[in-house]
């Protein structure tokens, strides 16, 4: 798999997090790999895995971050699409040393428009273009 397919499989993962407790993921992993066309090779797997654990590890930080960027829009009013997709670049951007900050935001765009409502890919762009420019400041 390339990045942005991991990338795509870490989103799908997180936004299955919204639906179930912390405690009913692993086996909602399992169920999500085992209904893959082609299962994934195990180190793009322990890949993904990993990085979905490490977004989990900083949610609380990352959701601060989002809830002081985002006028009007706390996360808990943010669709469950974006906020996956908000959560996994925000974790990319600030907490993951091998993934560009540009990089980070355009993939999320990408997300936004492949999933999310005609509006998500603007939303997601200009919450994360001010988490970038705080950033730079």
Known sequence: MNRSQL????????YLSGFNREDEMEGQMSLYFEGQDVAPAEKDKAYIE??????????EEID???NETSEGWK???MGKVDLAILR???????FDEDVPVSVAINEAVELGKR????DSSSFINGILGKLAKKADA
């Open 50 to 59: 990993t990085k979905y654990a490490k977004v989990k590890e900083h949610l």
């Open 115 to 118: 999933f999310g409502t005609d």
């Open 7 to 14: 990338r795509e499989n870490i989103f799908k993962l997180l």
């Open 88 to 94: 996994l670049a925000v974790y990319e951007m600030f």
């Open 75 to 77: 996360t808990s009013r």
């Open 64 to 66: 601060r971050m989002l």
